[in-house]
């Protein structure tokens, strides 16, 4: 049996392992610059490990109501009270929930045109 992943990029890794085959889906580039933990589908970013956290982009309705549950956190890039609408922290660090709500915001970026 194989060990769970612990670590936030142990977590991380194993989420893009499960879109790695996906059409027109982007693994993270690796390494530390910026865009080095993000996925995206059509070039757009849809999931990022930031600081160590999963960041997801749903519908703003979606991130309210993930939030008002206590499931999310607002997502804030240069923490200075400037909340991005359709964005949100991941509050759980369970990989179920992170590979069901990065599915979900896969296939809302894709469908944005």
């Known amino acids: 049996m194989s060990q769970l992943p612990t670590t936030p990029e142990e977590r991380f890794a194993t989420l893009v392992e499960n879109f790695l085959d996906l059409p027109e889906v982007t693994p993270p580039s690796g390494g530390k610059k910026f865009g080095s933990s993000e996925l995206k589908v059509r070039q757009k970013i849809f999931a990022m490990l930031v600081r160590d956290k999963l960041v997801v982009k749903l519908p703003r309705s979606r991130v309210d109501a993930l939030i008002a549950s206590g499931n999310g956190e607002p997502f804030d890039?240069?923490?200075?009270?400037?909340?991005?609408?359709?964005?949100?922290?991941?509050a759980t660090t369970s990989i179920e929930e992170w590979l069901s709500l990065a599915k979900e915001a896969m296939e809302f970026v894709a469908s944005k045109r």
């Open 77 to 90: 890039p240069r923490k200075n009270s400037q909340f991005m609408k359709e964005w949100v922290i991941i």
